[in-house]
Structures are given as C-alpha cells and as structure tokens.
T-cell receptor
Framework: AQSVSQHNHHVILSEAASLELGCNYS??????LFWYVQYPGQHLQLLLK??????LVKGIKGFEAEFIKSKFSFNLRKPSVQWSDTAEYFC?????????????FGSGTQLTVLP | DTGVSQNPRHKITKRGQNVTFRCDPISEHNRLYWYRQTLGQGPEFLTYFQNEAQLEKSRLLSDRFSAERPKGSFSTLEIQRTEQGDSAMYLC??????????????FGSGTRLTVV
C-alpha cells in the first residue's frame, strides 16, 4: 500500500522567507504526485501536480515542487512567502495501477506566515 | 454551479442516531469519491463511484456506512448508529474519466459531523 509522509507538522515563517515543505512517499510503481492547499474555512484546492516529464513543476501562486524519484520525494517550495499563504498544505499520491485513482494524502503541514 | 456542493455543512447528532450527507458533483464528472478527514490528519479514502456503480470501498467503511449514487448524479453517505469516533469532516470529490482524469479532481467544502 502506498503512504505519504510530511515531516513538518507546523511551520512558522516571516513574510518574504523562503519555504520548503517535505514530502516523501512509499510506492514502488509509477505514481502521480500532488500538492493541495486548504485555506482557513475553504475546500481543498490543487496547487500543482506531477504526472511525467520535467521533474520541476510549477503551480499557482508562485509555488513549485521537485520530484526526485531516487529519494521518493516531492518537496514543495516557494522563494518568498506572503501572509496570504497561511494555510494547511497536503501532499498526495495516486498510483497508476488500478482504476480508482484514489488519492493517498499525507497528514498535512500547517504553514503560518507572520506579517 | 461550477463546484462540488455538499450538504449540510455541519451536523451535530447524538450517539446512536443515523445521519445522511449529500454530495452534488460537477455535472459532467462521472467519478465521485468520499473521503473522511479527522483533526490533524489528511483526508482518507472511503469509497468511489463511477457513474452509479460503487467500484471500490475502503476497509475504513464499516457496515454502518453506506453510500449510494442513484442515476449517477448526486451521492448520499449514510452512517447508522453513529459513534463518537465518527466525528470528522466528510469530503466529497468528483472527477471526469480520462487518461489523466485526476486533473479534474475537485473537492467540496465538506460536511463536519460532530457526534455527542
């Protein structure tokens, strides 16, 4: 069974600081990888995704993530965070086997950006 | 409506009561998913429909849980004889079927269940 680990449960940064949130997955086959964001009181929104090709993927709001297959990692980065980035961030994986395409999520990282 | 709609937003019920939640997916999406999210955790897969057929169920979905999707449109999730451990946010998502169908994986805002 696939699993996802997010090592940082709560990250606190000041505005303009750089961000990197860790995500590691365990699955031996081909996977699709995602980062979702949940702003306070809102639904989960897709931030970015990796299916194939260039391992550096760019998402909305200046976020990017790098897929490193050898490390089973898909870390999320942003060069300069803003107060409005305060939210919970979830890494997720889906395998390409089977038909359901169900997502397996990590436990999430709460990001607090101080003004 | 361009999003996934879930009702009610909040539900407080007494232990032992039955509850039912509704999800209206994006109209052109034929896949519908239910997830459960507890405090401090990411969403966990419960079940999945393709059109009206329930194709997969997680072991998390005990026999007290039942989900339906009549006519392949909206879906309901019923929990019978609720327990305090059922308290969680219940999320619905929908997607279209295609080679990269997870592109269109859209979540609703969820129904928060509190069992007292």
């Amino acid at each position: 069974a696939q699993s996802v680990s997010q090592h940082n449960h709560h990250v606190i940064l000041s505005e303009a600081a750089s961000l990197e949130l860790g995500c590691n997955y365990s699955y031996g086959g081909t996977v699709n990888l995602f980062w979702y964001v949940q702003y306070p009181g809102q639904h989960l929104q897709l931030l970015l995704k990796y299916f194939s090709g260039d391992p550096l993927v760019k998402g909305i709001k200046g976020f990017e993530a790098e897929f490193i297959k050898s490390k089973f990692s898909f870390n999320l980065r942003k060069p300069s965070v803003q107060w409005s980035d305060t939210a919970e961030y979830f890494c997720a994986v889906t395998s390409l086997s089977g038909s359901a395409r169900q997502l397996t999520f990590g436990s999430g990282t709460q990001l607090t950006v101080l003004p | 409506d361009t999003g996934v709609s879930q009702n009610p937003r909040h539900k407080i019920t007494k232990r032992g009561q039955n509850v039912t939640f509704r999800c209206d997916p994006i109209s052109e999406h034929n896949r519908l998913y239910w997830y459960r999210q507890t405090l401090g955790q990411g969403p966990e897969f419960l079940t999945y429909f393709q059109n009206e057929a329930q194709l997969e169920k997680s072991r998390l979905l005990s026999d007290r849980f039942s989900a339906e999707r009549p006519k392949g449109s909206f879906s309901t999730l019923e929990i019978q004889r609720t327990e305090q451990g059922d308290s969680a946010m219940y999320l619905c998502a929908s997607s279209s079927m295609g080679l990269r169908d997870t592109y269109g994986y859209t979540f609703g805002s969820g129904t928060r269940l509190t069992v007292v």
